[in-house]
């Protein structure tokens, strides 16, 4: 997956880090890169060993054209949560500048654990934005991706005066795709999707999470979809359900009127799904 070099005003901003484990079984980060504006706040090591890492910005956002570029490797048996410091605002008005792009890959080796958690995308008028999602799994490690994005500044009065969010994500597990996501919404072409009962049915944000791994046969996903759409059913502020994926997963689609609503609630899918993608 590549993507075109942005112009020299843009921001180019890279992160990409490697992580292996302790003899006694902890996840370390073992080699970090980092391109402003992006950069990695101190990590946390967990109770059970795992590791959680945030990432920051040291600018107001992204800008038309601006295109960061993440990369996270995990050894086998690691465990890492990837989160962010705040929202990433994206912002219109760039003329020939193109969108703002996100590309993010992951290698995840045998029996390790990858979720990433970031706060909500702002698409602020005018933005553009695309990002694209790569991840590579080996044996039975595991994934677990959400995304959540947003109307705009809803607080301001601004919806949906944005003109293009689209997402992209692909799982292999061993070479062989598995999982495959495709969203795109242009507020100018598909209005009637904003209401649709479908679709946002008049909501503001909306979200998606992955969970992705080999052990999730048929019997294992049914039990997690299972649980993972009662615990969505259960939220009064979120809409949405769990599904089977075609194979060795289960996805939440969700929507609400607040980015905390989502938020909190793809968090807690993580946490209710980790039990079964670790031993």
Do not use: K
Not at 137 to 151: S, W
């Amino acid at each position: 997956m590549t993507v075109a070099a942005p112009p020299a005003t843009a921001h180019a901003g890279a992160l990409h880090a490697t992580f292996s484990t302790r003899e006694d079984g902890a996840t370390i980060l073992g080699a970090l890169h980092t391109r402003a504006p992006l950069r990695l706040a101190p990590a946390r090591t967990r109770e059970d060993g795992g590791l959680d890492v945030c990432i920051t910005e040291c600018s107001p956002g992204q800008l038309p054209g601006d295109a960061y570029d993440l990369a996270w490797n995990l050894a086998a048996g690691a465990r890492v949560r990837v989160g962010s410091q705040a929202a990433l605002r994206v912002h219109g008005g760039g003329g020939d500048a193109g969108p703002s792009r996100v590309v993010q890959r992951a290698t995840v080796e045998q029996g390790a654990l990858l979720e990433v958690l970031p706060e909500p995308v702002v698409l602020h008028a005018g933005a553009d934005w695309r990002s694209a999602t790569s991840v590579d799994l080996h044996g039975d490690a595991a994934v677990v991706f959400a995304e959540v994005g947003t109307a705009g500044r809803v607080a301001h009065g601004e919806r949906f005066a944005f003109a293009r969010w689209e997402a992209r994500l692909d799982v292999r597990i061993d070479g062989q795709l598995v999982a495959a996501s495709a969203q795109r919404l242009e507020p100018g072409a598909t209005l009637d999707l904003l209401d649709a009962p479908g679709w946002l049915g008049g909501a503001t944000h909306w979200a998606s999470l992955h969970v992705v791994c080999a052990r999730l046969d048929t019997d294992p996903a049914e039990a997690l979809r299972s649980e993972l759409d009662a615990l969505v059913l259960a939220r009064p502020d979120v809409d949405g359900c769990a599904d089977l994926a075609p194979r060795a997963g289960v996805v939440v689609v969700a929507r609400a009127q607040t980015a905390w609503a989502l938020t909190t609630c793809m968090r807690a899918l993580a946490d209710a799904a980790r039990p079964h993608l670790v031993r």
